[in-house]
C-alpha cells in the first residue's frame, strides 16, 4: 500500500547536507533542463541509491502529466515524453494534493495502474515522489525508483524531499527562460514579417511596375518564409490561361521562365483562382495535375507549393505562388502571411494594368489627334456639299433618314461625285458625331499591307513590322469607318472583314488577343458589285452585308442645275487660298460649263476651276474652254432636259440684251413674252445676273 506522509523533517547528514549544496550549484549553474538532468542523475546516486529519476510536469494546456526521464544506468529503457491523465498517474496525484507519495511495495500498489504499469514492469520495487512546486506556481512531481523495496528510509526521504524542493526553482527558472526565449523569439519573428509588409508597401508606393515590387519584395519574402520558388501569375481572361510575369527561382534549372502561358484548369494556381481562396499542395497532390506546367514543377524538384489568389475591387487577378524543394514547407501561419503579401502586390498590379491601360489609351488618343489634325486639313467636310437640285435633294434625304442609325451604308456613284462627303454627313448627323471618322482608301493601298491598315499588328509580326501598328478599326472605335473603292479589297482578306462586320471582333497581325470594338461601317464603291458578285470575285455575304442601305450619288451631268453653284463655290475658295479677287464669271463660260458632260464629275470641276483661278490676273474667272471642247468632241452630247434647255435659250436672250429684260430691245421682247412672265422664268429657273 502507498504511505501517505506530511513533510518530512529528518535531519540529513553532513554528506547529504554537503550534496544538497552540490546540488544547489548545480542549479545555479545550469539554465538548460537538460544538462540540468544529467548533472543531478551523475550526482545524486552516490549520496542516496536509486537507479530511476524523473519528474512529470503538467502542461495546462491540454491538462496532462508529460514524463521526463533523467538518464542513469537503468533508465534508457523507460519512455521520456509520455503523457498520462492527471487522474490515471501517481505524478498527477502528488501535482493535485501537493504532498509526497511513498510506495514501499510497488506491488501492493492498486492505484494508477496506467502510470505504474510500465514501472512494474522493468522491475521498479519501490517508489516515492514529491511535488514540485515554487512560490509562484505548481509544476509537477519528481519521483526516485529503486529496484529494492523499502529503499527509501526517513533520513533519505527527507533530503530528496529538499532536493525537490531545489529543483522546482531550478525547472521554474528553466521554464522561465525558454518561454521568455520563445516570446523573444516570437517577437523577432513578427517583426519579420510586419518588416516584410512594410517592405512590399513601399515597394508599392516607389514603383509603377508590379515587376519591380515583386524584385523589391523577393528576397525580403524569401528571409522570412523561406522557400525556393516565387511566382506571379496573372490571369487573362481572353483564352481562360495565366502567364508568368514574374518569377524567381534562383536554384532552378532553366525549365521554367517568365512569359510561359499555362491553362487554368489542371493547375493548383488554376484551384486558387477558382476558388478565390488559398491552396497549399504536396508532392503527392501535385502529381495528379495533368498541365505541362506542373510537370515542369515536379521536374524541378518542388516537393510542396502554396498558391494565394490576388483580390483586388471585387476581382481576381491572378495568383501569388510560392513553392520549396522541401515536402509540407509551409503551414498556415506561413499562409496567413503570404495572404498578406498578396493583397498589397494585388495593389501593384492592378496599378500596373490601369497605368499600361492609360498609356494606351493615351497612345491611341495621339494617333487619334494626329489623323483628325490631318483630317481637318482635308479638301471637303460637309457643309461643302453644294447644290440644291432635285437629284442631289433626294439623295440628302435618304441621308437625314439613315443617319440617325447604326446601319451599315453603302454609297455607289462615278468617281469624284463627292461619295466622301456623303458618308461624312451620314457620320455628323448620327450618335457618333462625338467620336472618331476613319477613312481609308483600299485601292491605294497595296493588298499585303491591307490587313496590317485595317486590323492593326504587333511589333515583329513580320519583317518591317520595328512597332505595334493601331489598326484603322481601332482607331475608329465608337465612331465611323468609311472604307472607299470595298471592290478592290482581295478575296482572302474579305472573309475576315465579314467576322468583323458580324462580331465586332478581330485578332492583331501576329497577336492571339481577341479585340473588341463597335464601329459603324460606311462603304463606297464605283464598281457594280453585284456583277463582280455574279463573276464570283466577289463574297455573296459580304455583299449583303454592306448592301443594307444603299445609296446612289448622281453623276454631276446629272444634276446640272447645280453647276454654277459649284463654279461660284469653287472660285471663290481657291480664290481665298491664293490670296486673288475673283468677281464675275462670265456668262458664256458658265453655258459651256453647264453644257459640258463632267466625266471626271465633281471632281473634274474642281480641278478646272482651281487651274482658271491661277491662270485669271483680274476680276475675271479666266476658265480655258477649249479643254472642254477637246474633250467634249470625243463623247457624243447628252440630251438636255427641257428646263435646262429652257434655262439656256432664256441665258442665251439676256445675254443679248445685255441682260435688260423690258422694252423693245429687252429679252422679254426678244422671247416673245411679258416682262412679268420673263422675270418669274428666271425666278422659277434661279437665273440671275452674276457680277
Known amino acids: 500500500m502507498a504511505e501517505k506522509r506530511g513533510p518530512l523533517t529528518a535531519e540529513p547528514g553532513a554528506d547529504r547536507y554537503g550534496a544538497l549544496l552540490a546540488v544547489t550549484e548545480a542549479i545555479a549553474a545550469q539554465r538548460d533542463l537538460a544538462a540540468l538532468c544529467r548533472d543531478l542523475a551523475r550526482r545524486l546516486p552516490s549520496v542516496v541509491r536509486f ?23 537503468e533508465s534508457r529503457t523507460l519512455p521520456s515524453g509520455m503523457e498520462l491523465p492527471v487522474a490515471e498517474s501517481a505524478g498527477g496525484w502528488v501535482w493535485t494534493h501537493q504532498q509526497p507519495l511513498i510506495v514501499p511495495c510497488l506491488e501492493a ?20 515522489m514529491f511535488p514540485l512546486t515554487t512560490a509562484v506556481r505548481r509544476l509537477g512531481a519528481m519521483g526516485f525508483g529503486s529496484l529494492n523495496p523499502c529503499a527509501f528510509g526517513e533520513e533519505e526521504l527527507a533530503f530528496l524531499e529538499q532536493v525537490a524542493k531545489q529543483m522546482a526553482v531550478a525547472i521554474d527558472n528553466v521554464l522561465n527562460d525558454e518561454a521568455a526565449q520563445a516570446a523573444q523569439q516570437h517577437l523577432a519573428r513578427e517583426r519579420d514579417r510586419l518588416r516584410l509588409l512594410l517592405d512590399v508597401n513601399n515597394a508599392v508606393v516607389s514603383h509603377l511596375d508590379f515587376r519591380d515590387v515583386f524584385a523589391a519584395t523577393a528576397a525580403s519574402l524569401r528571409r522570412v518564409l523561406p522557400n525556393d520558388y516565387t511566382s506571379l501569375a496573372l490571369h487573362e481572361p481572353e483564352g481562360d490561361r495565366f502567364r508568368l510575369y514574374a518569377l524567381d527561382f534562383p536554384i532552378g534549372k532553366g525549365l521554367l521562365h517568365e512569359g510561359m502561358v499555362n491553362p487554368v484548369e489542371g493547375t493548383p494556381a488554376g484551384v486558387a483562382l477558382r476558388s478565390e481562396k488559398p491552396q497549399r499542395f504536396g508532392e503527392s497532390e501535385l502529381r495528379m495535375f495533368t498541365a505541362e506546367f506542373v510537370k515542369l514543377l515536379l521536374a524541378e524538384g518542388i516537393k510542396s507549393i502554396c498558391c494565394v489568389p490576388l483580390r483586388s475591387h471585387n476581382r481576381t487577378l491572378g495568383t501569388l505562388n510560392i513553392a520549396s524543394l522541401r515536402p509540407d514547407a509551409f503551414d498556415q501561419e506561413d499562409v496567413d502571411l503570404l495572404t498578406q503579401v498578396a493583397s498589397q502586390i494585388a495593389i501593384a498590379v492592378e496599378n500596373a494594368l490601369a497605368y499600361r491601360e492609360i498609356a494606351e489609351l493615351k497612345d491611341k488618343l495621339s494617333k487619334e489627334k494626329l489623323y483628325l489634325e490631318g483630317e481637318i486639313q482635308n479638301e471637303y467636310n460637309f457643309e461643302e456639299i453644294v447644290g440644291d437640285g432635285p437629284a442631289l435633294r433626294r439623295v440628302l434625304q435618304e441621308v437625314e433618314i439613315v443617319a440617325p442609325t447604326d446601319s451599315t451604308v453603302l454609297i455607289l456613284g462615278e468617281t469624284g461625285t463627292g461619295k466622301e462627303l456623303l458618308a461624312r454627313a451620314l457620320h455628323n448627323r448620327s450618335g457618333r458625331r462625338g467620336r472618331t471618322f476613319v477613312k481609308m482608301n483600299c485601292a491605294a493601298i497595296p493588298s499585303g499591307l491591307l490587313e496590317s491598315e485595317l486590323f492593326g499588328h504587333e511589333k515583329g509580326a513580320f519583317t518591317g513590322a520595328i512597332a505595334t501598328k493601331i489598326g484603322r478599326f481601332e482607331l475608329a472605335d465608337g465612331g465611323t469607318l468609311f472604307l472607299d473603292e470595298v471592290g478592290d479589297i482581295p478575296l482572302e482578306l474579305q472573309s475576315k472583314l465579314l467576322r468583323v462586320l458580324q462580331e465586332q471582333e478581330f485578332e492583331r497581325l501576329g497577336s492571339t488577343k481577341t479585340m473588341r470594338v463597335n464601329v459603324r461601317l460606311i462603304a463606297a464603291t464605283n464598281r457594280d458589285l453585284a456583277r463582280m458578285v455574279a463573276e464570283k470575285s466577289f463574297r455573296s455575304d459580304l455583299y449583303y452585308r454592306f448592301n443594307v442601305f444603299p445609296l446612289t450619288v448622281p453623276p454631276l451631268r446629272e444634276r446640272r442645275e447645280d453647276i454654277p453653284s459649284l463654279v461660284r463655290h469653287f472660285a471663290q475658295k481657291f480664290a481665298r487660298r491664293m490670296n486673288k479677287r475673283i468677281e464675275t464669271i462670265p456668262g458664256g463660260v458658265m453655258i459651256a460649263l453647264s453644257r459640258y458632260h463632267w466625266p471626271g464629275n465633281v471632281r473634274e470641276l474642281e480641278n478646272l476651276i482651281e487651274r482658271a483661278v491661277i491662270l485669271s490676273r483680274g476680276a475675271d474667272l479666266r476658265v480655258p474652254l477649249p479643254e472642254l471642247k477637246a474633250a467634249a468632241g470625243d463623247e457624243p452630247q447628252p440630251v438636255a432636259t427641257l428646263e435646262a434647255a429652257e434655262r439656256e435659250h432664256i441665258l442665251k436672250a439676256l445675254q443679248a440684251a445685255k441682260w435688260i429684260i423690258g422694252g423693245p430691245n429687252g429679252a422679254a421682247a426678244k422671247l416673245g413674252m411679258k416682262r412679268t412672265t420673263l422675270q418669274s422664268r428666271m425666278n422659277k429657273l434661279r437665273i440671275a445676273r452674276h457680277r
Do not use: N, Q, W, Y
Open 51 to 73: 537507479e530511476f529519476i524523473g519528474f512529470l510536469l503538467h502542461d495546462p494546456s491540454r491538462d496532462v502529466m508529460r514524463v521526463h526521464v533523467l538518464e542513469t544506468s
Open 109 to 128: 500498489e492498486t492505484r494508477f495502474p496506467k502510470g505504474l504499469a510500465t514501472l512494474k514492469d522493468i522491475g521498479v520495487a519501490s517508489l516515492c
